[in-house]
């Protein structure tokens, strides 16, 4: 997968894994930390959601001219780090108000825009050396790759250190339980509800409760700081990119280079035309990508209230292998040692390195298989590893799909793969507006309202994350790639911005959530991924024509 890329490659693939393993903690706890903790609506913690992630994108623009004027990509890079791993150690933080937390986000989201659009623009200019130039795209989704290994893994993190010092305090972790809490505290619990909470309370004490009023705040106090703690890891996962970046950044280009008589390295200049042009047809692609953006991060938002609302709690022993750590970890494996094993050219020691593998990582899933109940619950922030998880089962498939048309000179363009990638999101919220068809409103939900299989969710999370591959690598090498070279910095904070943008209205859905049909939001999402895909099959010429 490495092979023929530059070593700095390797730097970007590693410093990124860490830092995304935050991001993703954040994705994947943060609307139920909001409303568990400070009893926010979902509409009000959406709000909250949309401007943290519009924030951490569209900072990215700020942290592009920075980078553009100063041409210290690398220099901006680093005091990215320490920026956003002191938010996350501000998170880690239990007992502090509503505020505190809001300027803990804003620190995370001002060194996150100081960082992602910069080493983007790092990669890219790995790959302006003619040596690497064709190898540009498949870099993009190698790197894309590695941020979602870090992905992987910090919803698994994050439910365990949750689950554990709940534990630890003498409780069980019942989801259902926050929102009845703060019900009774703010006097408006009904009586059905009122007998709903002394039902949960007495389940995940192991006793009968008598006073609810000191288990509600004992219990909530032991719920949101399981969360803090979980927030503390991906402090300790910052560290780790800070740590290969500072020793390895030195593989990294830098454009501040001097020459042998002292004189610096001057920036390439297009003419006026030419720029005009290039910079048109990066700014129509960013407002197709804001549709893009606004429906794919409803996966931390409306979905995962879906996955807490409307999904089974448990699932059994098959299923349950796709929910531990352990043994998705044993399936994403043997999926490689089988791809090793049947890859072409392969050298003998290869081939059994690759079977070896396989052949384990059944064995592992078959053990786990037996050792699991008929009956297991789970958190449903574990609905968050799935699109990581597949982007690193189907990167290789997807890149030799395209290797494959490019051999025959069939690969389609990047402006072609967007356009691809729009319509098979609206694919994927179709599968769940159809599981979503019958269910109750939000506003009449109860405890014992009716709740769907996981498959819809797992079904819509492995078609978006094609839709992903198809999209977002390949948008962030066309910019790469278009980009003016005095506006490299810029232009990605600019795809960075449109991101933002898309992540500002996603609030649109959690406000639609709670008050129309289930299945109503997700058609608003697949008309608006349809006009999007409409948009830029319009002007796909034009793009072509820059790229």
């Keep these: ?29 943060l609307v139920y930390y909001l409303t568990s903790k400070y009893g926010l609506s979902g509409s009000d913690a959406g709000i909250i959601y949309s401007v943290f992630y519009g924030l951490i994108y569209g900072l990215a623009l700020v942290g592009g001219i920075v980078a553009d004027r100063t041409r210290n990509y690398k220099g901006v890079i680093f005091i990215g780090l320490i920026t956003m791993l002191a938010g996350y150690l501000l998170m880690s933080i239990p007992g502090f108000g509503l505020v505190f937390t809001l300027i803990a986000l804003f620190i995370i989201a001002f060194g996150n825009g100081l960082f992602k659009g910069n080493l983007q ?25 590695g941020i979602n290994i870090g992905a992987l893994y910090a919803p698994y993190a994050a439910s365990g250190i949750i689950g554990w010092f709940i534990k630890k305090q003498g409780f069980e972790r019942n989801d259902l ?20 909470l002394q039902h949960l309370a007495d389940k995940v004490a192991g006793t009968h409760i008598t006073d609810l009023s000191v288990f509600a705040k004992d219990y909530l106090a032991a719920y949101s700081t399981g969360f803090n703690y979980a927030f503390g890891v991906a402090a300790i996962t910052m560290i780790f990119s800070f740590v290969v970046y500072w020793i390895f950044k030195n593989k990294l280009p830098d454009v501040k280079k001097t020459k042998a008589d002292g004189t610096t390295e001057k920036i390439p200049e297009m003419s006026k035309e030419e720029t005009r042009q290039r910079m048109t047809a990066l700014f129509l692609v960013f407002g197709v990508v804001i549709f893009f953006w606004m429906a794919f991060h409803q996966n931390g938002l409306t979905m995962s209230l879906f996955a807490r609302d409307y999904t089974v709690q448990s699932v059994n022993s098959g299923t349950y292998l796709l929910f531990n750590v352990w043994s998705l970890t044993a399936i994403v494996a043997g999926f490689y040692g089988l791809m090793t094993l049947l890859s072409r050219g392969t050298k003998p020691l290869a081939k059994f390195i690759g079977g070896t593998v396989l052949t384990g990582s059944v064995i592992v899933a078959y053990l786990l298989y037996k050792s699991f109940p008929s009956k297991n619950p789970f958190s449903p922030e574990l609905f968050q590893p799935f ?3 597949f982007i690193v089962i189907l990167t290789p498939i997807i890149l030799g799909i395209f290797a494959w048309l490019n051999k025959r000179n069939k690969e389609p363009s990047a402006p072609r793969k967007i356009g691809y990638g729009m319509i098979i999101t609206s694919i994927a919220f179709t599968i769940l507006l159809i599981g979503s068809l019958g269910l109750t409103p939000f506003s009449q939900l109860t405890p014992d309202s009716p709740r769907i299989g996981v498959g819809w969710l797992i079904g819509t999370y492995f078609t978006m994350t094609i839709a992903e591959l198809f999209l977002s ?15 490299q910095g810029l232009m990605q904070g600019g795809w960075l911005g449109a991101t933002a943008l ?30 999007a895909a409409a948009f830029i099959f319009s002007i796909m010429k034009k793009l072509e024509k820059v790229s």
């Design 1 to 29: 997968m490495f092979k023929g890329h530059p070593k700095g490659l390797y730097i970007a693939f590693f410093a990124n894994m860490g830092e995304r393993f935050g991001f993703y903690t954040m994705m994947g706890i």
């Design 121 to 145: 623009a790092v990669v890219g200019q790995l790959y302006d050396d003619k040596k690497y130039s064709h190898l540009r795209d498949s870099a993009f989704n190698v790197f894309y790759m």
């Design 177 to 196: 339980l926050p929102s009845l809490i703060h019900k009774l505290k703010d006097g408006i619990i009904t009586t059905d509800e009122a007998a709903s």
């Design 387 to 389: 699109n990581p998880a």
């Design 473 to 487: 690598p390949m948008g962030i090498s066309f910019v790469s790639k278009v980009s003016p070279p005095k506006y």
């Design 502 to 531: 898309g992540n500002q209205m996603l609030w649109i859905g959690s406000y639609l959530y709670e008050r129309v049909a289930i299945w109503q939001v997700w058609l608003v999402f697949i008309i608006l991924t349809l006009i």
